[in-house]
């Protein structure tokens, strides 16, 4: 079957750094998505990943590994607004999303 | 996991027809769903809230004549795109709320691809 795992809640202190992972294993890939959601609002695209490597966007990186199912999401210089959920989806070989449950991220003072 | 699915994955039709895409939760109650568009790399805009039972909530912009939500049970909504056009073809995503430990968590469909020619 297809599967998304990445962990179900983090916490972090304020000015510091998190990587939130994610494994998979679907049937097929044509690129994995990183979206950031805040309680009761939509969620908002942060990365697209098709190629292994790293993508840099401001204080978000988004990592791939295809041959081994893994991708990361680093977070830089957190601030209390990055307090939200994280999704991780796979677009699978009929194009279709494939969702990870979210991780909660909490950040302290 | 909660699983919440879509039916159809793919839909090709032509200019003026109606399209009708279900959203089911697989395993749970669900007496609210979301339903999204979605355009390439981009965030998910939200359409409308479906409540069970009650009319749909929709958002500023969608026009709910045009896009016609109906959650007539505790685990199915549908969205009917009526007398579709060209502009109309979009990721269509729909996802259902589900309370756990008195947290609140959203669980996603895989989307319906529509094209309209």
């Known amino acids: 079957g297809q599967n998304i795992d990445q962990p179900t809640e983090m916490t972090a202190t304020e000015g510091a750094i998190v990587q939130i992972n994610c494994t998979y294993q679907t049937s097929g890939f044509n690129g994995l998505f990183w979206y950031q959601q805040h309680a009761g609002e939509a969620p908002t695209f942060l990365s697209y990943?098709?190629l292994d490597g790293l993508e840099e966007k401001g204080r978000f990186s988004s990592f791939l590994s295809r041959s081994k199912g893994y991708s990361y999401l680093l977070l830089k210089e957190l601030q209390m607004k990055d307090s939200a959920s994280y999704l991780c989806a796979v677009m699978d070989s009929n194009y279709q999303l494939i969702w990870g449950a979210g991780t909660k991220l909490i950040i302290k003072p | 996991g909660a699983v919440v699915s879509q039916h159809p994955s793919w839909v090709i039709c032509k200019s003026g027809t109606s399209v009708k895409i279900e959203c089911r939760s697989l395993d749970f109650q669900a007496t609210t769903m979301f339903w999204y568009r979605q355009f390439p790399k981009q965030s998910l805009m939200l359409m409308a809230t479906?409540?069970?039972?009650?009319?749909?909530?929709?958002e500023q912009g969608v026009e709910k004549d045009k896009f016609l939500i109906n959650h007539a049970s505790l685990t199915l909504s549908t969205l009917t795109v009526t007398s579709a056009h060209p502009e109309d073809s979009s990721f269509y995503i729909c996802?259902?709320?589900?309370?756990?430990?008195?947290?609140?968590?959203?669980?996603f469909g895989p989307g319906t691809r529509l094209l309209v020619l």
């Open positions: 996802s259902a709320r589900v309370e756990v430990a008195a947290q609140e968590t959203q669980y």
């Open positions: 990943n098709v």
């Open positions: 479906s409540n069970e039972g009650s009319k749909a909530t929709y």
